[in-house]
C-alpha cells in the first residue's frame, strides 16, 4: 500500500523542497531502496527553489538527464513528458503539480511513496481528499473524504458493483448506468457533492480518470448522451433509502 505524504507549505522556498527530498530519501533507507525520483512539469522547473535545495550543479545534471547522489541515495528527474509507465519502487517527490500529474502518478502501479509540494493549495485539494496524506512537517491532520449522504453512498455501492470498475465508463451501458443513477438522485433530491463521488471512487481503487469521468456525470447528466435508457429509476431509490435506514 502506498505511503502517501504532503506539504502543509506551499513551496515558497527551497527549505520546502529540501524537507520534501529528505522524507523521500528517509522513506527510501526504510524500504532499502537506493533511488529517489523527482518529478515536475518540465526541466524548467528545476531552476529556482529545486536548484537553491540540491545545488546548480545537480540541477544542471538532473535536467542533462543525469542521475546525482545524496550520500548512498540516488536521485533522478522525470518530466510529464518523460515520466514511466510504472515506478521501480523509488519514493516520488512531485513538485508543483496539477490534477493532471497528479492523477497520472496516481495510475501508475510501482510507487511506494508518493510526496507532494504543491505550488498553490487548491490544486491538491482532489488528491489529498481522495488520500489523506501525511504532513512532512506534522502541522495538519488530514481524513479521506465521505459521502455525507448515506443514500447516495448506496448508490455508489450500487455502481461500483455494476460496471466494469477497470475501465470506467467506456462502455456505453455502463455510461448509461452511471447517468441512470445521478439522474434518479437527482430526482428524488438525494444531495450529494460530485467531488465527494470521485474521491470515494477513488479510494475504492478506481483509476483517477475514470473517477473523473464519473465526477462530471455526477455534476450534470443532462449533458451526457446515452445510446441505451438512462431515465431515472425511482423503484431503485426507494431500495437505497431502505438500505441506508432512511
Given amino acids: 500500500m502506498r505511503k502517501d505524504y504532503f506539504s502543509s507549505k506551499e513551496v515558497r522556498s527551497a ?17 532499502g531502496k537506493k533511488r529517489v525520483w523527482i518529478v515536475s512539469h ?8 529545486i536548484s537553491d535545495a540540491i545545488g546548480a550543479e545537480a540541477a544542471k545534471a538532473l535536467s542533462n ?19 514511466p509507465y510504472g515506478g521501480d519502487g523509488s519514493p516520488v517527490v512531485v513538485c508543483y503539480p496539477n490534477d493532471k500529474l497528479l492523477d497520472k502518478l496516481d495510475g501508475m502501479s510501482g510507487i511506494p511513496c508518493l510526496i507532494v509540494l504543491p505550488w ?31 443514500v447516495v453512498e448506496k448508490a455508489l455501492e450500487t455502481l461500483w458493483a455494476v460496471i466494469n470498475v477497470s475501465t470506467g465508463i467506456s462502455h456505453p451501458s ?24 470521485r474521491a470515494w ?33 425511482m423503484d431503485q431509490l426507494r431500495r437505497w433509502r431502505e438500505e441506508a435506514g432512511k
Avoid: C
Avoid at 42 to 49: C, I, V
Avoid at 127 to 146: C, N
Avoid at 179 to 196: H, S, V, W
Avoid at 209 to 218: C, F, G, L, W, Y
Fill in 65 to 83: 538527464g543525469k542521475a546525482v547522489r545524496a550520500g548512498d541515495i540516488e536521485i533522478v528527474f522525470y518530466s510529464d513528458r518523460t515520466l
Fill in 174 to 197: 455502463d455510461k448509461a448506468t452511471a447517468m441512470r443513477i445521478f439522474k434518479t438522485l437527482i430526482k428524488g433530491k438525494e444531495a450529494y457533492d460530485p467531488d465527494e463521488v
Fill in 120 to 150: 498553490l493549495h487548491q490544486e491538491t485539494e482532489a488528491w489529498i481528499a481522495a488520500h489523506a496524506p501525511e504532513d512532512i512537517y506534522g502541522a495538519v491532520t488530514t481524513a479521506e473524504s465521505t459521502v455525507s449522504n448515506p
Fill in 15 to 31: 527549505d520546502v523542497v529540501a524537507q520534501g527530498l529528505a522524507q523521500a530519501i528517509a522513506e527510501a533507507k526504510r524500504l
Fill in 201 to 233: 471512487l477513488v479510494q475504492k481503487g478506481m483509476r483517477p480518470n475514470h473517477a473523473n469521468d464519473i465526477r462530471d456525470i455526477a455534476a450534470d447528466p443532462s449533458k451526457f448522451r446515452a445510446r441505451t435508457d438512462s431515465s431515472p429509476n
Fill in 42 to 49: 518540465g526541466k524548467s522547473n528545476l531552476d529556482g527553489h
